[in-house]
Structures are given as C-alpha cells and as structure tokens.
Nanobody, 115 residues
Framework: QVQLVESGGGLVQSGRSLRLSCVVS????????MAWYRQAPGNQREWVAE???????EYVDSVKGRFTISRDNAKNTVYLQMNSLKPEDTAVYFC?????????WGKGTLVTVSS
C-alpha cells in the first residue's frame, strides 16, 4: 500500500519561506514522478509542481521563480521549497504520485500566509 505523509506547513508572514516535505512508503520511490497540489478554501484542487523520476521539473505559472520542487530518492522524500510567500498561496498542500494507473494522495498540510 502506497502511503504519502506531508509535513512542514504552518503560519508565516508574507514574504517569508517554508519547506514542505512528503515521505512516501510502500513504493519504489525513484521510479515515479511526484507532484504537489494545493487547495484553497472554496477552490478546486490546483496542480502546483511536478518532478519526474529523472529530475525534470515543471511549475504552474503563479509559483515560477518562487517555489522549487526537489526529491531525495535515498529518503523517499519529495520537497517543495516555497519562497516569497504571498497570501494567495494560502491552501492545504498535497503530494501525489501515480503508480499502476492509480493516484495516491497524502492528507495534506496547511499553509497560511498572513499579509
């Protein structure tokens, strides 16, 4: 059973930074792409960033230049470094992997950015 556990969320002031982590178990982690999504109150879940098994990355336009996704295959962990945070980044952040045709999600970690 693939399990994902996010951590690192919290309350920060606008302009500050946070680093989110997502630890994956029950999976051959290095083989699969990983993604971060977020869901703000009243909004649909939104794709934020992805990193492939080879380390290639993509980002939604709203976070380009501010967020960095990375992975540590030795630790089965994917990270999201978030700099220059804005109030509109406030959301629950989820990590996701797709394996065997199925999507696996963590339960999320809340990021709140105050102005």
């Amino acid at each position: 059973q693939v399990q994902l556990v996010e951590s690192g969320g919290g309350l920060v002031q606008s302009g500050r930074s946070l680093r989110l982590s997502c630890v994956v178990s029950g999976s051959i982690f290095p083989l699969y792409a990983m993604a971060w999504y977020r869901q703000a109150p009243g909004n649909q879940r939104e794709w934020v960033a992805e990193i492939t098994s080879g380390g290639s990355t993509e980002y939604v336009d709203s976070v380009k230049g501010r967020f960095t996704i990375s992975r540590d295959n030795a630790k089965n962990t994917v990270y999201l470094q978030m700099n220059s945070l804005k109030p509109e980044d406030t959301a629950v952040y989820f990590c996701k992997t797709r394996q065997g045709g199925m999507d696996f999600w963590g339960k999320g970690t809340l990021v709140t950015v105050s102005s």
